[in-house]
């Protein structure tokens, strides 16, 4: 693969216009079903929350983002995010392990703890500051070290790639196709700069529990520095 460097060169270089034509052409419009917030296999209907151990809904999102979401709601660090799964292993001594990104908090079904469902409805109680990889779905940009969110993309359109989303297909306005490719550009642009900054800061650490390598240092999972 190309250096970082040069990937987030090319995210620089992305034209707006150009994404925009490839979304206009895949087609998009959200039908609120939800999938792209939910656990899989969580409680269903957001209702009820008898599922032992659902497989939780995984969102990337970024410290600046924490700390936006935080601001908004008034939330306190581990309402909003908590250290992505993947490199923890459970123990009798609790999770211990490092990993190298935050992911959105999730409820006791799994799903993302700011998403409600009414009569099969979804909504995003913090649309507004929602974070990128939300606001793109489910668009992604074939481009290396950036994110490719719910597995392999079912359609390719120039730079653009999509995911699985029951509203692909549907007709979208210039405006917003444009919109969406600019969120799309600088959501490339800042996970380049997350992988860098994540590279650059990152320390061999030595101590029990779980430990958050993340663009701006070693972290603890309620997000205090080590
Ligand atoms: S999966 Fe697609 S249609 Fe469903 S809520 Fe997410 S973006 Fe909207
Ligand atoms: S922040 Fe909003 S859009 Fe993103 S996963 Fe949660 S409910 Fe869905």
Redesign the pocket.
């Known amino acids: 693969m190309d250096s970082l460097e040069t990937e987030l060169d090319r995210a620089r270089e992305l034209d707006v216009g150009e994404l925009a034509d490839a979304i206009e052409a895949i087609g998009f419009e959200c039908t609120r079903c939800?999938a792209?917030?939910k656990s899989e296999d969580g409680c269903g209907d957001g209702s009820s929350t008898d599922e032992s151990d659902p497989e939780p809904?995984t969102?990337t999102v970024f410290p600046d983002e924490i700390r936006r979401l935080q601001e908004a709601g008034d939330y306190d660090f581990r309402d909003v995010a908590r250290p992505m799964p993947y490199g923890i292993e459970a123990t009798p001594d609790g999770p211990q392990g490092e990993t190298f990104e935050w992911a959105?908090q999730t409820d006791a079904c799994g799903d993302?703890?700011?998403?409600e469902e009414t009569d099969g409805t979804?909504a995003?109680?913090?649309?507004e500051d929602?974070?990128l990889?939300?606001e793109t779905?489910p668009f992604s940009v074939a481009l290396g070290g950036t994110s490719q969110p719910m597995g392999e993309a079912v359609d390719t359109e120039g730079m653009v790639r999509a995911h699985e989303c029951e509203g692909l297909g549907r007709d979208i306005s210039r405006d917003d196709a444009e919109d969406l490719a600019a969120a799309l550009k600088e959501r490339a642009v800042r996970e380049l700069q997350e992988a860098i900054g994540v590279r650059e800061n990152y320390e061999p650490t030595d101590v029990e529990g779980v430990v958050v390598h993340d663009s701006e240092g070693q972290k603890r999972p309620d997000g205090t520095e080590l």
């Open positions: 939800g792209c917030c809904h969102a959105l993302c703890t700011f998403y979804g995003c109680t913090v649309h929602r974070p990889i939300c779905y």
